[in-house]
């Protein structure tokens, strides 16, 4: 049986070295909001993305859970509270980069949660799992966050549409997440690699990424020297087969933690993978009018097909 603890939420060798440097960085950051206590942006952008979008925002919650599973130590989940008679929500499943925590990407429960989407953040074995590890650990979660739909002891017992479900992370574990669609294929409905690392550390990318055929938003900034898009981000998104249903979102700032609790510009980030993770939960074209237009100004590069 998982132990539980719920909380209510309030209102190569150098880049080896950067990567742990802005983890380092950023999770001292998030230090500071323990406690139970999660970062309040991750509310106000909710908000403003369902007034957006015209729709309901939820009162959320989390919980911390064991796994019980190999593949990862455990996972925060951020769940809508709903009513009874209330349709089960979609889910995402989130790994973070190198040296990265949960805590480093707390305002994403809030954010998503509150406009009724599960997101489960893993906490990996260790810091430094590598991509392989990473990739693992998000198909692992997949059918964790699905079991937990089924588990008598969980919070969100029945309230997952384990139909419309989607992945995401960070760096390594950007990397990590279209390599876990390879295998996942029509078990999931969305990929969203942030800032993504492209392979293993110190390794360059080779190959292709034709099995990927689940839409994939791949989100870069052109300022980001830990994974430059052209080597990485952008390199991913060329590799995917142009029948995918894809975007490429560039930022003209903010720096490699950019999906962090750190990062710039969080709102717009996170109205961008709402409406993605949406649009491919619902069809419900009101998303795609959003994912489908032009683009904002703070981006550098916006495509889509």
Known sequence: MNLLRIKTLSSGLIGLVLLAGAFSFSTALAQDNSDGRYR???????RAAANMFDDR???ARTYD???????????TIFYPLTLSFDAPNGGVVMVPGYRGTPAVYDWWG???ASTGVITMIIETNTPEDSLEARKNALIAGVEFLKGENDNPDSPIRGKLDTSNVGIMGHSLGGG???????????????VIPLTPYCCELGQSFEGDLSGVDVPTLIVTSA????????THGRLLYDALNSSTSRVYLEFADGDHMLPSNSGQDLGTLGTYVYAF??????DNQKY???INGDGEEQFSTYETN
């Open 40 to 46: 309040p942006e991750g509310r106000t952008f909710a």
């Open 57 to 59: 925002l939820f009162e």
């Open 65 to 75: 859970t064991g796994t019980g599973v190999a593949e990862f130590a455990g996972a």
């Open 110 to 112: 809030p954010m998503l």
């Open 176 to 190: 990590a997440s279209l390599r876990a669609a390879e295998e996942l294929g029509s078990q999931i409905k969305a």
């Open 223 to 230: 300022e980001d020297t830990i994974a430059p898009p052209e």
């Open 277 to 282: 993770l949406k649009l491919h939960f619902t």
């Open 288 to 290: 795609g009018e959003l």
